[in-house]
């Protein structure tokens, strides 16, 4: 069995001058006059977070915060064909002893750091609501864990990784939180492990597809009969306008991720560039600190992997057999569903019925793409309302129902 490890994040000093020096060298392309976000990142805004990157930002400070605020580990966790990886994890226990385990699964351009704002919403206890044992992985070649330096490494694999955590923690039976590739990894351990370990999954990303008559006929003829909501409409809107300007990056790192992880590895500008455009576009009007977005990318470039590791997941899962929904079966543990209006992809709400056992469902009207840190009060709500007491997964998590025993009686 492998050992926990208690890990300090601690970037050498001779990274940080190496950062500092690239980034004095920096060379800016022009622009074309009155072009604001049209064509990209103006390059005011690359330039002012630049200088500030160089001579302002304190990356130690912001290290300092992030031991401080987030209990973080490593251990060796083996891949079933691949090789051993040694994986970084946030893991902090609730003082509640009947805390529901749960594992927060993130995606791209995200890491580890996605939990920092539900973390402490999660610990918390009270007769009103459920309390969370949490458990956020940091993905393979994300952040601090190690990446695999074998081809084919795709969704079991990650799903593997995170369901072996659990396990390793003493978490035989856990339920799972995720958005972005964090939806994809747990429906997949929601197939694979789903029942026996996984009990219950929900997610901000319900990248679910149109109703089809043969599997259910009673709510594709209701759909078709039924009027979109103003949020629907909202949502198609949406949909179409990122897959029609916002979904290139996707194409490349699906393709060629080789040949744009010499940028995201060598020019700190361009990984900047790269992800700071996704962090404005894909999020509800955030305000973003400057100091926060380098936190943000500086947790990339100083990855143990390296930048272009963590795109990789692109190529490998759709490379890899058994990708779309419909090839693969439907997870029979409960589902529940939270959407926000500047999400990348919604669909009518009718549609997640098709990603599985649909018992709760949840509309903001704010938010997008990072649910966890531009919305963390609404997300926690979320998921107090679907795993607590009057809620429709209450108890799936046999003894561990996130209140305390005197709750019970009350019941």
Same mark, same amino acid.
């Given at each position: 069995?492998?050992?926990?490890?208690?890990?300090?994040?601690?970037?050498?000093?001779?990274?940080?001058?190496?950062?500092?020096?690239?980034?004095?060298?920096?060379?800016?392309?022009?622009?074309?006059?009155?072009?604001?976000?049209?064509? =990209?990142?103006?390059?005011?805004? !690359?330039? /002012?977070?630049? %200088?500030?990157?160089?001579? +302002?930002?304190?990356?130690? *400070?912001?290290?300092?915060?992030?031991?401080?605020?987030?209990?973080?580990?490593?251990?060796?966790?083996?891949?079933?064909?691949?090789?051993?990886?040694?994986?970084?994890?946030?893991?902090?226990?609730?003082?509640?002893?009947?805390?529901?385990?749960?594992?927060?699964?993130?995606?791209?351009?995200?890491?580890?750091?996605?939990?920092?704002?539900?973390?402490?919403?999660?610990?918390?206890?009270?007769?009103?609501?459920?309390?969370?044992?949490?458990?956020?992985?940091?993905?393979?070649?994300?952040?601090?864990?190690?990446?695999?330096?074998?081809?084919?490494?795709?969704?079991?694999?990650?799903?593997?990784?995170?369901?072996?955590?659990?396990?390793?923690?003493?978490?035989?039976?856990?339920?799972?939180?995720? =958005?972005?590739?964090?939806?994809? !990894?747990? /429906?997949?351990? %929601?197939?694979?492990?789903? +029942?026996?370990?996984?009990? *219950?999954?929900?997610?901000?990303?319900?990248?679910?597809?149109?109703?089809?008559?043969?599997?259910?006929?009673?709510?594709?003829?209701?759909?078709?009969?039924?009027?979109?909501?103003?949020?629907?409409?909202?949502?198609?809107?949406?949909?179409?306008?990122?897959?029609?300007?916002?979904?290139?990056?996707?194409?490349?790192?699906?393709?060629?991720?080789?040949?744009?992880?010499?940028?995201?590895?060598?020019?700190?500008?361009?990984?900047?560039?790269?992800?700071?455009?996704?962090?404005?576009?894909?999020?509800?009007?955030?305000?973003?600190?400057?100091?926060?977005?380098?936190?943000?990318?500086?947790?990339?470039?100083?990855?143990?992997?390296?930048?272009?590791?963590?795109?990789?997941?692109?190529?490998?899962?759709?490379?890899?057999?058994?990708?779309?929904?419909?090839?693969?079966?439907?997870?029979?543990?409960?589902?529940?569903?939270?959407?926000?209006?500047?999400?990348?992809?919604?669909?009518?709400?009718?549609?997640?019925?098709?990603?599985?056992?649909?018992?709760?469902?949840?509309?903001?009207?704010?938010?997008?793409?990072?649910?966890?840190?531009?919305?963390?009060?609404?997300?926690?709500?979320?998921?107090?309302?679907?795993?607590?007491?009057?809620?429709?997964?209450?108890?799936?998590?046999p003894g561990k129902n996130g209140y305390e025993d005197r709750v019970n009686a009350n019941l």
């Open positions: 069995m492998s050992t926990e490890v208690t890990y300090t994040v601690s970037i050498p000093e001779s990274k940080l001058d190496i950062l500092r020096q690239k980034l004095a060298l920096v060379e800016f392309p022009d622009e074309l006059e009155n072009s604001q976000w049209n064509y =990209g990142v103006p390059l005011a805004d !690359i330039k /002012r977070l630049v %200088a500030r990157w160089k001579d +302002g930002y304190d990356w130690r *400070a912001e290290e300092s915060k992030l031991n401080k605020d987030l209990p973080q580990f490593t251990r060796d966790i083996d891949v079933d064909g691949f090789e051993t990886l040694n994986i970084h994890y946030v893991h902090q226990k609730s003082p509640v002893t009947n805390a529901i385990p749960l594992l927060f699964v993130h995606g791209w351009p995200g890491n580890f750091i996605e939990v920092r704002k539900i973390l402490p919403l999660l610990l918390q206890s009270s007769p009103q609501f459920p309390s969370f044992h949490v458990v956020a992985i940091g993905l393979p070649g994300y952040g601090f864990s190690e990446g695999s330096h074998k081809t084919g490494f795709a969704a079991e694999q990650y799903a593997e990784v995170a369901h072996k955590l659990m396990l390793l923690l003493g978490y035989n039976e856990y339920v799972t939180q995720g =958005g972005d590739w964090g939806f994809l !990894i747990t /429906r997949t351990i %929601a197939q694979k492990y789903g +029942g026996k370990h996984s009990k *219950a999954w929900h997610t901000n990303f319900p990248a679910s597809t149109p109703l089809q008559f043969s599997s259910n006929p009673i709510l594709y003829l209701q759909h078709l009969v039924t009027p979109y909501t103003e949020a629907e409409k909202a949502g198609i809107e949406r949909s179409k306008w990122f897959a029609r300007e916002g979904r290139g990056y996707f194409e490349e790192q699906a393709t060629k991720p080789q040949t744009l992880g010499y940028s995201l590895a060598d020019s700190p500008v361009g990984l900047l560039a790269w992800i700071y455009e996704k962090l404005v576009n894909w999020t509800d009007s955030y305000p973003w600190t400057d100091d926060e977005v380098l936190t943000w990318i500086s947790i990339f470039y100083f990855s143990r992997a390296g930048p272009a590791a963590s795109i990789r997941i692109y190529y490998e899962v759709m490379h890899s057999k058994g990708f779309l929904q419909s090839s693969s079966p439907k997870p029979t543990i409960p589902l529940g569903v939270s959407q926000f209006p500047n999400e990348l992809r919604i669909t009518p709400r009718k549609f997640h019925h098709n990603l599985g056992k649909l018992v709760f469902q949840a509309e903001h009207s704010s938010g997008g793409h990072f649910a966890a840190y531009e919305r963390p009060e609404e997300l926690v709500g979320d998921l107090r309302k679907m795993f607590g007491k009057r809620g429709p997964a209450f108890g799936v998590v």
